[in-house]
């Protein structure tokens, strides 16, 4: 976990956020009936992509932590678990300003967003679990086991709030070829935002153990 | 011993346990009375038909009475220091898991067994004919229910303010399950209900995945 890394995919990350940005505003056409708001496209479905990437890492690093004990795993599904979050938050902000000039509502029951915000809810409560638990030594184990609970409810949760919601999500979006490229540029750009952040919150993860280690209360 | 009958002697030990105890039994219970009383008085059940929205309701107070009394079965061994002599005992793990969540199947059984009474005086509840198709498919959303209660129940019991945790953790999990509970019982009260209803074998699903996850998870959730 070096610290150049870190500065490198900042770097990468910014730039690449840069150029989407330019070719969300200045490139990619406005969309005919949803006018300027369909814009917000271009960062809310890469925001859900990355935050399923996310979890799922989450997921992956808690199970590599119950089987071999190595402390970086946790602190790796930590950080995926916490930026996951910050993606899920992303698209349950931007999903209600979609739906205000799609459906004429902040908020509808609609499945998608619903699971989004039955995703929201479990994640918060796995930070709550770390936040009251915290400076004890199990505190990784039950939060792994959590986290692998969690993901396996995911699943689930979606179906059953899709045959119980009614209104849906387009199936398959067609996008013109300009609309296209700038959903591509978009999605790297969200990919890298997301990789920069879960390094560097892992980073402070490693950084924080070393200090509590270092001062006697770990 | 074979592995049934430790799983046998830890339940019973529970259940007379709980019998003798009383406490919290008699808590859950009476919270659950109370819940649904009020849920009278916002509602008003002069106006509200609870045969058509009712499942979702009484299963809103199974969700809230059952956490109530699951959430302790495990703290109540860390309080009395008996956990460590339950891990100690000679026994495969999972039968320590699959002996607390016997006595809370049981108990959230019973639970909705008078729930269901309750309601018949109270709220003019009326399954009917339906009651067979009620009860089956509350069993099943009732086994999904127990087995994710006991894991995170000793997930959380050695966790600082583990009660005041135990219900935000359990509910986010059991929204598939509350969901489905709505449905099968509104589907249960028509003449519409089918035993190969897709609800139902999306609880059975949810049922088989989360008891064996739990068998196997139980290990790192106690472990010292």
């Known amino acids: 976990m070096e610290k150049r890394t870190g500065t490198v995919l900042w770097i990468l990350a910014a730039a690449a956020n840069a150029v989407a940005l330019a070719l969300v505003f200045l490139y990619a056409p406005v969309e005919v009936q949803m006018g300027a ?4 496209f271009y960062y809310h479905v890469p925001s859900a992509i990355v935050c399923y990437v996310l979890l799922f890492l989450a997921f992956l690093f808690s199970v590599l932590y119950l089987w071999r004990e190595e402390p970086l795993y946790d602190h790796l599904a930590y950080a995926a678990a916490e930026v996951g979050w910050v993606f899920i938050t992303a698209v349950l902000v931007t999903g209600p300003v979609w739906g205000r000039s799609a459906w004429g509502k902040w908020w509808v029951w609609e499945p998608r967003l619903t699971s989004f915000l039955v995703l929201w809810l479990t994640y918060s409560a796995y930070f709550l679990l770390r936040l009251f638990s915290r400076g004890e030594g199990r505190t990784a184990k039950i939060a792994a086991v959590l986290a692998i609970v969690a993901f396996f409810d995911v699943p689930i949760v979606h179906k059953a709030i899709s045959w119980w919601g009614s209104i849906v999500h387009p199936k398959k ?6 609309m296209r490229l700038t959903f591509l540029v978009s999605l790297v750009a969200v990919f890298l935002l997301g990789a920069a952040l879960a390094f560097t919150r892992t980073r402070l993860g490693l950084l924080e153990a070393q200090k509590a280690e270092r001062e006697g209360w770990a | 011993m074979n592995t049934l009958r430790v799983i046998w ?4 030990k529970d ?3 709980e019998l003798r105890r009383k406490e919290n039994v008699a808590s859950s219970l009476l919270f659950a009375l109370l819940s649904l009383v009020l849920f009278a008085f916002a509602l008003d059940p002069t106006r509200v038909n609870l045969n058509e929205t009712g499942g ?3 299963w809103l107070v199974i969700l809230f009475a059952g956490s109530l009394f699951m959430g302790g079965s ?7 220091g008996t956990l460590q002599a339950l891990l100690l005992s000679p026994t495969d793990r999972s039968a320590i898991y699959a002996g607390k969540f016997l006595l809370n199947l049981l108990f959230l059984l019973v639970l909705e067994a008078l729930l269901i009474f309750f309601a018949f005086v109270l709220l003019d509840f009326r399954p009917g004919p339906g009651l067979p198709a009620l009860a089956g498919s509350w069993c099943a959303v009732t086994f999904g229910y127990a087995a994710v209660g006991t894991l995170l129940s000793a997930l959380l019991a050695q966790v ?3 009660a005041v945790l135990y219900p935000i953790l359990l509910f986010p999990l059991m929204v598939p399950l509350v969901i489905a509970a709505a449905t099968l019982t509104e589907r249960a009260l028509s003449p519409r209900f089918s035993w190969t209803d897709p609800w139902l074998r999306l609880v059975l699903l949810f049922d088989i995945l989360f008891f064996t996850a739990s068998l196997f998870l139980f290990e790192y959730a106690v472990e010292e």
Request: aromatic share 10%; hydrophobic share 40%.
């Open chain 1, 37 to 40: 708001v369909q814009k917000i």
């Open chain 1, 173 to 178: 979006v067609v996008l013109e070829p300009p």
């Open chain 2, 9 to 12: 002697v830890l339940f019973e």
């Open chain 2, 15 to 17: 259940f007379r346990e």
């Open chain 2, 56 to 58: 979702g309701l009484l």
């Open chain 2, 74 to 80: 495990f703290r109540k061994e860390t309080e009395n």
């Open chain 2, 160 to 162: 600082r303010g583990g």
